[in-house]
Structures are given as structure tokens and as C-alpha cells.
């Protein structure tokens, strides 16, 4: 995987075109702008999708933007693609990110070697090895993606700057409306691969709605255990009150590749 090094900007003159005439643009900066993707996939295309499809037709490939990933049969093949790849990115006065570039080892039940990178995040999953239930329920290691850590940090972050608790002021049913499409989009993500990874992140937010209900309710106020069963009977009659509580508190497994 790799980043550009390159920084652009899209800058424009604020005098009035004439109709038919030329519009003249130059590009100077652009570094984590709006238009930075977009640019980058135009780029892209022609110095790596392209130039894969036509030297390397039997390496598979992946590339969201600047983030990219090649699949390799063999550590001789991974070095020899990257030595190809710092060439190529030269002729195009791109270089590769000498942090983010690293060949991984896919290790599971059936590759069962030694290598020092054996992980890596993409689009927000880190991908490696992970308990995942096969025939019979019995458990063997697969390289599997799931929520990264650095997903869930800033899932936690976001729903602590909700201050959900301080909404005395609100129902549940109008917390519910106001934070479910957040929430509903995270499930929707980072659910598809090992949901059970994103469970306790979701969790938080009913630490928050028990801390709500001891501000709003005064009989709840000095009773931690109270709340709590308070939260429990809540739960059970409302199951759909919240977009995560399905996953969060379900009859599914606990474990594996869920």
C-alpha cells in the first residue's frame, strides 16, 4: 500500500470567461482536499491500474484511491513486484510511502510460515489471522478482516462528543432518532467481516443511555444497580429502540467469523 507524495490544488481566475474560450487552471495543492480522490484515481489509472493490467496480468490487485493492495503468490514475487513498482512510480515522479509499503504474510490454517509483517489495514479493516468456526463448530485460524483499531477509536471519540447523557432535556425515542443513522452506518460497514469485533465499541453507547436515565430519572440518580436493570427491562421490551442492539445483545455467536 502506498500514499502520493504529491500535493495539488485546483486554482481558478475570478474574472468572467468569455463563451468558447479556453478555461485556463493550474493545479498547486491539494493534499487531503475534497477533489484529492479523485484526482488521485485519474492519476492512478494510467500510472498503476493500467500499467498492472498490462505487465502483471496475473497479479491480482485492489486499489481504493492512493491505498492499494497486490496479491502475490510468493515472497520472491511480492519483491520483485516492488522493485518493479519503485521504478514505475519514479518514471511518474511518484514515490512509494516508505512506512505504509510492506509486504504481509497471509498466515492462516494452511500458510503456516514465519514472516515479520502478518497484518495490515485497508478501508478502515485490519486484516489478518482469526478464530473462525468451521464444520462441526470447530474452531481454525483464517486471515480474516475486521473493524481496525483505529475505526473504533474514532467510533468511541464520536459518540463520546454526542454527550449523550447530558440530553435530559429529550426522550429516548428522540435520542434514537437523532444518533440511529450514525449508528446504522457503522453497522452497515464494518458488520459485514467478524461483527463481533465491533460489539464492545457499540456497547459504550449504553453506558451512556444508563447515565441519561440516572440524570433524567431522580430515582435512578443514587442507584448504579438500578439503572442497570432499569437498562435491562428497557432493552427487552424495546429490542429496536436503538439501531445496535440487535447486534449487540442478539442470541447470535459470540465468537468466530460472525
Same mark, same amino acid.
Given at each position: 500500500?502506498?500514499?502520493?507524495?504529491? %500535493?495539488?490544488?485546483?486554482?481558478?481566475?475570478?474574472?468572467?470567461? %468569455?463563451?468558447?474560450?479556453?478555461?485556463?487552471?493550474? @493545479?498547486?495543492?491539494?493534499?487531503?482536499? @475534497?477533489?484529492?480522490?479523485?484526482?488521485?484515481?485519474?492519476?492512478?489509472?494510467?500510472?498503476? $491500474?493500467?500499467?498492472?493490467?498490462? *505487465?502483471? /496480468?496475473?497479479?491480482?490487485?485492489?486499489?481504493?484511491?492512493?491505498?492499494?493492495?497486490?496479491?502475490?503468490?510468493?515472497?520472491?514475487?511480492?519483491?520483485?513486484?516492488?522493485?518493479?513498482?519503485?521504478?514505475?512510480?519514479?518514471?511518474? +515522479?511518484?514515490?512509494?510511502? /516508505? %512506512?505504509?509499503? +510492506?509486504? @504481509?504474510?497471509? #498466515?492462516?490454517?494452511?500458510?503456516?510460515?514465519?514472516? /515479520?509483517?502478518?497484518?495490515?489495514?485497508?478501508?478502515?479493516?485490519?486484516?489478518?489471522?482469526?478464530?473462525?468456526?468451521?464444520?462441526?463448530?470447530?474452531?481454525?485460524?483464517?486471515?480474516?478482516?475486521?473493524?481496525?483499531? #483505529?475505526?473504533?477509536?474514532?467510533?468511541?471519540?464520536?459518540?463520546?462528543?454526542?454527550?449523550?447523557?447530558?440530553?435530559?432535556? #429529550?426522550?429516548?425515542?428522540?435520542?434514537? %432518532?437523532?444518533?440511529?443513522?450514525?449508528?446504522?452506518?457503522?453497522? *452497515?460497514?464494518?458488520?459485514?467481516?467478524?461483527?463481533?469485533?465491533?460489539? /464492545?465499541?457499540?456497547?459504550?453507547?449504553?453506558?451512556? @443511555?444508563?447515565?441519561?436515565?440516572?440524570?433524567?430519572? #431522580?430515582?435512578?440518580?443514587? +442507584?448504579?444497580?438500578?439503572?442497570? $436493570?432499569?437498562?435491562?427491562?428497557?432493552?427487552?421490551? *424495546?429490542?429496536?429502540?436503538?439501531?445496535?442492539?440487535?447486534?449487540?445483545?442478539?442470541?447470535?455467536?459470540?465468537?468466530?467469523?460472525?
Amino acid at each position: 500500500m502506498w500514499i502520493l507524495p504529491f %500535493e495539488a490544488q485546483i486554482k481558478h481566475t475570478t474574472r468572467t470567461i %468569455e463563451r468558447n474560450h479556453a478555461i485556463k487552471a493550474e @493545479v498547486t495543492f491539494c493534499v487531503r482536499g @475534497v477533489i484529492s480522490p479523485l484526482l488521485a484515481n485519474l492519476f492512478l489509472h494510467y500510472a498503476f $491500474d493500467a500499467w498492472m493490467s498490462r *505487465n502483471y /496480468p496475473h497479479i491480482p490487485f485492489e486499489r481504493y484511491a492512493d491505498d492499494a493492495i497486490c496479491h502475490c503468490k510468493s515472497a520472491k514475487q511480492a519483491r520483485a513486484l516492488w522493485s518493479a513498482l519503485q521504478d514505475r512510480f519514479a518514471a511518474c +515522479k511518484l514515490a512509494l510511502h /516508505p %512506512e505504509k509499503t +510492506k509486504i @504481509v504474510y497471509c #498466515k492462516d490454517a494452511n500458510r503456516r510460515g514465519d514472516f /515479520p509483517n502478518q497484518s495490515f489495514d485497508f478501508l478502515g479493516f485490519t486484516f489478518r489471522a482469526r478464530k473462525a468456526l468451521g464444520r462441526g463448530c470447530r474452531a481454525f485460524a483464517c486471515f480474516l478482516p475486521a473493524a481496525s483499531p #483505529k475505526a473504533l477509536t474514532s467510533i468511541s471519540r464520536t459518540v463520546r462528543r454526542w454527550a449523550l447523557h447530558h440530553c435530559s432535556d #429529550k426522550s429516548l425515542q428522540d435520542l434514537a %432518532e437523532m444518533y440511529n443513522p450514525c449508528i446504522r452506518g457503522w453497522i *452497515n460497514y464494518y458488520s459485514h467481516f467478524y461483527k463481533t469485533q465491533l460489539r /464492545p465499541t457499540l456497547k459504550r453507547i449504553d453506558l451512556y @443511555v444508563i447515565r441519561w436515565a440516572r440524570r433524567k430519572f #431522580k430515582r435512578l440518580r443514587r +442507584k448504579t444497580k438500578g439503572a442497570r $436493570d432499569w437498562f435491562d427491562r428497557l432493552r427487552r421490551a *424495546n429490542p429496536m429502540l436503538f439501531a445496535h442492539w440487535r447486534l449487540c445483545h442478539g442470541n447470535g455467536r459470540t465468537s468466530g467469523a460472525v
